[in-house]
């Protein structure tokens, strides 16, 4: 019993500890965007959402949402929300491919936002 509660105790500090690993926008983030979302949402390409993704300071100013990245708070950032399954409103990101994000790569978008959404 000892031996499977220090298990337990090991696996969650490993998995706590994975989970609170810095996500850097240039090695992280801009990847994903690059191989997922830029093809539709460069500055000047026509997107419905005036959202573009070319660089930093696009990703966290463009767009008519104002809420597309609230710093802090991933899981009320409309970009997260349009990256999941059934978003409130309009088609789950991206529309024009079948193959949609991971949960891992979603995590990406959410936990950035969540560490303040840093140009890092």
Known sequence: MKICS??????LFVCSSLSAQ????SKDVVPLVKAKC???HEKDDE?????????YELTKTSGKTKNMIVPG??????????LLPKPPK?????IFSKKKL???????????IDQGAKDN
């Open 73 to 82: 708070d991933g899981t009320n950032s409309y970009l997260v929300i349009k």
């Open 47 to 55: 997107n419905p959402n005036s959202f573009a993704m070319d660089n």
């Open 90 to 94: 309009g088609a789950q990101m991206p």
């Open 102 to 112: 991971t949960e891992e790569e979603v995590d990406i978008f959410k936990t950035w």
């Open 6 to 11: 220090a298990f337990c105790l090991l696996m």
């Open 38 to 40: 830029i093809k539709c």
């Open 22 to 25: 810095t996500v850097s926008f």
